[in-house]
């Protein structure tokens, strides 16, 4: 079953911060966060393992409550490249494959 | 190094018509998989290949999709009697295998298919 994303989208202006989501109806076991520029290949941004863990790359980190079968992901002070559309993957135990949400469109202006 | 490549980055096609998309993962990557992404919305999963075995082809639309790999290696993604809801861009990723834990997908740029 496809993970739900929110925002759907969302306008910042540079050096704000953004919050998107993922929830899941399913037990996971792993959570992926991805970005796709307009045009271009998806693009590998981090994995989230069951246990709480969170992670962090540069200005962007993310967050995986199993209980909650929930993940977040975490811009501070965006900058004008974090434009494009996130897109949470979530992996059930077992299931060897990832289900997409519908992907929350960031649009960062100057 | 080089990544995932696929062919031919765009196909417009009439309607009926049989189309073969291929993929050439990185090399080394055990695990292949193939999306279909309509305009705007997100990555509808269509089959997982682990080697060249597909444990798991349950997003397969239809009987008209079949897809094989060979060799551990390229992949072709085959629509048969295309329709035009199947316009659409049809991605491929992989990744080293082993499970999805801790191993990211790398995707190729796409294929960009129009039936008319």
């Known amino acids: 079953q496809q993970p739900v994303q929110s925002p759907q989208a969302v306008i910042l202006r540079e050096g704000e911060d953004a919050v998107i989501n993922c929830s899941s109806s399913?037990?996971?076991?792993?959570v992926h966060w991805y970005r796709q520029k307009h045009g271009e290949a998806p693009v590998f941004l981090m994995i989230?393992?069951?246990?709480?863990e969170q992670k962090g790359h540069d200005k962007i980190s993310a967050s995986f409550n199993e209980k909650k079968q929930q993940s977040s992901l975490y811009l501070t002070a965006s900058q004008l490249s974090y434009s494009g559309t996130y897109f949470c993957?979530?992996?059930?135990?077992?299931?060897?494959?990832?289900?997409f949400g519908q992907g929350t469109r960031l649009t960062i202006n100057p | 190094g080089a990544g995932v490549s696929q062919s031919p980055s765009n196909k417009v096609t009439e309607k009926g018509k049989d189309v073969e998309l291929r993929c050439d993962p990185i090399s080394g990557h055990t695990a292949l998989y193939w999306y279909r992404q309509s305009l705007g919305q997100g990555l509808e999963f269509l089959i997982y290949?682990?080697?060249?075995?597909?444990?798991?082809k349950s997003g397969l639309p239809s009987d008209r999709f079949s897809a094989e790999r060979t060799g551990g290696s390229v992949s072709t993604l085959t629509i048969q009697r295309t329709q035009q809801e199947d316009s659409a861009v049809y991605l491929c990723?992989?990744?080293?295998?082993?499970?999805?834990?801790?191993?990211?997908?790398?995707f190729g740029d796409g294929t960009r298919l129009s039936i008319l």
């Open positions: 399913k037990a996971l076991y792993s």
């Open positions: 290949f682990q080697g060249n075995s597909a444990p798991d």
């Open positions: 989230l393992l069951k246990g709480g």
């Open positions: 993957g979530t992996e059930e135990p077992g299931a060897q494959k990832l289900v």
């Open positions: 990723a992989s990744s080293l295998g082993g499970g999805l834990s801790n191993q990211p997908q790398h």
